[in-house]
T-cell receptor, first 113, second 109 residues
């Protein structure tokens, strides 16, 4: 089935360790996004990419980095995890940047201890 | 600043109609989206409004008034499976989505 795949599904990580969350889509969408979702708050954009080879910062980029080497993959890296990064992380994609619905992966539940 | 407001929680009865409101203040406007999110799952797209008026899609309808910074999602003939959170999101001048915190809809038999 076409869509977005995120891995891992969940993870417990010690503070100070690094971690890469994986995201792959097979819809040939140009734009991809990383969000975090915390209780009582709306989805917040971490980083985005409008096309392969380009990335941009969202609302809450500090402590996170991304790369977009090709159309399909958009990994999110936490270089040195802190407890405040405990959250549910969603990867999403859309055909292009504007006026198109975003399609979401199933999310990664990350706990930093 | 940018702000999306929607009620935290609403309760409705199976078979009834419910209206979920969303008001927004954003830097620019390039469309408004509604998403449904069941507990523990990913958001799924419901509707998109960029012009004023009502968009109908089966049991769900979405309305937009750009001059009032206001939208609503109307759900008819409620079913138990409609119990979920409903997220309002506005695309700003940079084409980024600004999200509301979501409205948790509880359906009672």
């Amino acid at each position: 089935t076409a869509g977005i795949t995120q891995a891992p599904t969940s993870q417990i990580l010690a503070a100070g360790r690094s971690m890469t969350l994986r995201c792959t889509q097979d819809m040939r969408h140009n734009a991809m996004y990383w969000y975090r979702q915390d209780l009582g708050l709306g989805l917040r954009l971490i980083h985005y990419s409008n096309t392969a080879g380009t990335t941009g910062k969202g609302e809450v980029p500090d402590g996170y980095s991304v790369s977009r080497a090709n159309t399909d993959d958009f990994p999110l890296t936490l270089a040195s995890a802190v407890p405040s990064q405990t959250s549910v992380y969603f990867c999403a994609s859309s055909e292009r940047q504007g006026g198109q619905p975003q399609h979401f992966g199933d999310g990664t539940r990350l706990s930093i201890l | 600043g940018q702000n999306i407001d929607q009620p935290t929680e609403m309760t409705a009865t199976e078979g009834a109609i419910v209206q979920i409101n969303c008001t927004y203040q954003t830097s620019g406007f390039n469309g408004l989206f509604w998403y449904q999110q069941h507990a523990g799952e990913a958001p799924t797209f419901l509707s998109y409004n960029v012009l004023d008026g009502l968009e109908e899609k089966g049991r769900f309808s979405s309305f937009l008034s750009r001059s009032k910074g206001y939208s609503y999602l109307l759900l008819k003939e409620l079913q138990m499976k409609d119990s979920a959170s409903y997220l309002c999101a506005v695309q700003d001048s940079n084409y980024q989505l600004i999200w509301g915190a979501g409205t948790k809809l509880i359906i009672k038999p």
